[in-house]
């Protein structure tokens, strides 16, 4: 039975390579369960598989056992195509590098995931504004990602992570190419987004001083879930 | 299924100058070199076709292989065809019946020095009376007059006359009017002849009696005449009753068509060679294509991450590789029709006058549209294969 406040829930959730002949267990009896409107921090060492958990939570990688229901949706049934459909609606990804388009602008970059939805120009432009304006970024809409710094392209792709209004805000070490100031500055803005807004926001980070800005942690170690905590409420 | 704003294939275009350098330089080549195929072999085939007439028939030696070249026939043929046939063509009591004697010689312009390494310019000279402007509807005297015999006067067809750089001013005045060599024998040029798109216009004309003293020969190559009521089986008649001739009686469309299969080879060699090029262009652009696709591999897999399908992100980069490709074969299409549209180009029958005609415009779009589908597949079946964590961690971009 599906729980409206229970935004992700997973039940042995299990995630297996093979490379070289042998198969790696990269996430192994996953049960995990995150309120909506919540800020989750995932935290553990490098190849813990806490960017593989944050993929599967996407959607953009498919488990190889368990069950995984995100907003409402058993992803573990969705093709190819559908995962890309339901993406477009309930998730915004933030990336590590930022993955801007560097032909297109600040603007242009935030109105790209606009193009899956039926807008008009004028309702594209509202939102893009809004979103703009969210990330304290407008007066560089015009820019292009060269002309910005690292922290005002993070910004950027925050903006383009939100402008769909998503159910869930993945993020995947956003903080992990800035240097301190600007990575404060965008857990605030994160930290504000999920305050004001109420937007779930599930991150991930090795990074303890910028998990304390989360209310939940949640440890990952060698593929196990070792720790589930409360930070605050 | 929602596709990508197409700003973002154009804008992607200019990514890196050089690599668009490249690839339109490289489809620009393909793109005129298959133009340019195409025009020459559709040029050659329409241009020997375009040189016989319909209605007329040709009498030639039975013995010449269908080749007017080797033929020699009687003088006197065109005579007993013109007294032995009812219903010929005629005008004011003349008959369309034209002798002819081909010969192909060297000739260059008297004022001009010969070429050092002796060689030889070989144009097709023709022998021949007032009537082969009867039995010729295609060639018209477009300024001088008409060669007088035993006079050494020539006419000579427009692409001939341009290559010797003789024009409508230097005949003017005859008394100035230029000399050409035929044969190291001095002809003085008297008229030009037009007559576009067939081997005429590449030709040099003189009266066949001082052909026939030059070449020091008795016989003639080729009786043409053009009928009026009569019928190409009547003239085979006349040709079989006169076994003493030893005739062989051809309809002339018929067999200039066969002349133009004689030249399929050639035709398929112009194919294969451009072909050839185009094939090593292609993969150049290729590789240039494909580095810029995957150098966006990352960028790719974030597209899928935002939510658009595979298919809409293939769609992009197909729209990117043919507005890319399109940059260099949109402008070398313009240019093959500025530079090759009515250029004469010569073989060893004459001169046939290159066309850019819509289908060769056609074919120009066509190699325009293969090299911008093969362009992008490669990075389209990286796309559809990879998985997009893989892409999103590749080192390439």
């Known amino acids: 039975m599906h729980n409206p406040d229970t935004i992700i829930a997973c039940h042995n959730l299990e995630k297996h390579y093979e490379r070289g002949g042998e198969i790696v267990h990269v996430l192994e009896s996953i049960d995990l369960s995150l309120a909506r409107g919540g800020f989750v921090a995932l935290m553990g060492p490098s190849g813990s598989g806490k960017t593989t958990l944050l993929n599967l939570f996407a959607g953009i990688d498919r488990p190889t056992a368990g069950s995984l229901m995100v907003d409402g949706q058993d992803l573990t049934h969705l093709s190819r195509s559908q995962l890309a459909q339901w993406r477009a609606v309930s998730i915004g990804y933030v990336f590590q590098l930022y993955h801007l388009v560097p032909v297109l602008t600040a603007y242009e970059n935030v109105e790209l995931p606009l193009f899956l939805h039926d807008m008009s120009r004028s309702e594209r432009h509202l939102r893009v504004s809004e979103a703009l304006d969210a990330v304290g970024i407008t007066d560089r809409h015009a820019h292009y990602p060269r002309q910005l710094s690292g922290g005002q392209e993070q910004r950027v792709a925050i903006a383009r992570a939100i402008v769909t209004r998503p159910a869930i805000l993945l993020a995947d070490e956003p903080t992990g190419d800035l240097d301190r100031t600007a990575a404060a500055s965008i857990m605030e803005l994160l930290g504000r987004l999920h305050s004001e807004k109420g937007q779930t926001i599930v991150m991930v980070t090795h990074d303890p001083a910028t998990a304390t800005h989360a209310q939940r942690l949640v440890q990952l170690d060698k593929g196990r879930l070792v720790e589930s905590s409360m930070v605050r409420s | ?397």
């Not at chain 2, 080549?29 to 298959?34: E, G, I, K, R, T």
């Not at chain 2, 067939?198 to 020969?217: C, F, H, N, Q, Y």
């Not at chain 2, 018929?254 to 060699?269: D, E, T």
């Open chain 2, 1 to 397: 299924m929602k596709l990508l704003p197409l700003h973002y294939a154009t804008r992607n275009i200019g990514r890196s100058r050089l690599r668009l350098v490249l690839t339109a330089g490289g489809s620009a080549l393909v793109v005129f070199l298959v133009v340019t195929a195409s025009a020459s072999v559709r040029a050659l085939d329409q241009g020997i076709r375009a040189s016989g007439t319909v209605g007329n028939v040709m009498l030639i030696g039975a013995g010449s292989e269908e080749s007017v070249e080797r033929s020699e026939i009687s003088a006197a043929t065109p005579i007993f065809l013109a007294a032995s046939i009812r219903g010929i063509k005629s005008a004011a009591g003349a008959f369309f019946v034209s002798p002819e004697l081909h010969v192909p010689l060297p000739l260059r312009r008297a004022d001009q020095a010969a070429p050092a390494d002796n060689a030889r310019d070989l144009v097709l000279v023709r022998g021949m009376e007032p009537s082969a402007f009867m039995v010729h509807p295609q060639a018209r005297l477009a300024i001088g007059r008409l060669p007088e015999p035993g006079k050494s006067e020539a006419l000579v067809g427009r692409s001939l006359a341009e290559r010797l750089q003789i024009s409508n001013g230097d005949l003017a005045d005859s008394s100035k009017a230029p000399a050409i060599l035929l044969d190291k024998v001095a002809f003085h040029v008297t008229g030009i002849i037009d007559a576009p798109g067939v081997s005429i216009d590449g030709e040099a004309w003189v009266p066949i009696g001082d052909l026939l003293v030059l070449t020091k020969r008795q016989t003639i190559s080729v009786a043409v005449a053009s009928l009026d009521g009569a019928e190409v089986s009547d003239v085979e008649i006349f040709a079989a009753r006169r076994s003493d001739l030893e005739l062989a009686a051809l309809d002339e469309p018929a067999y200039y068509a066969s002349l133009a299969k004689f030249f399929r080879p050639v035709q398929i060699l112009i194919g294969v060679s451009a072909l050839i090029v185009a094939l090593g262009a292609m993969l150049g652009g290729l590789n240039a294509l494909d580095a810029a696709f995957a150098a966006r591999s990352r960028e790719i897999a974030m597209l899928q991450v935002l939510g658009f399908s595979r298919t809409a992100v293939v769609i992009t980069l197909v729209q990117e590789s043919l507005i890319t490709v399109a940059t260099g074969a949109i402008p070398s299409i313009l240019l093959a029709i500025l530079l090759l549209d009515g250029l004469g180009v010569r073989y060893s029958m004459g001169v046939f006058s290159l066309s850019v005609d819509a289908a060769c415009i056609a074919s120009g779009f066509s190699a325009w549209l293969i090299l911008g589908l093969i362009g992008s597949l490669p990075p389209t079946i990286r796309c559809l294969r990879t998985d997009i964590p893989s892409a999103l961690k590749s080192d390439l971009g």
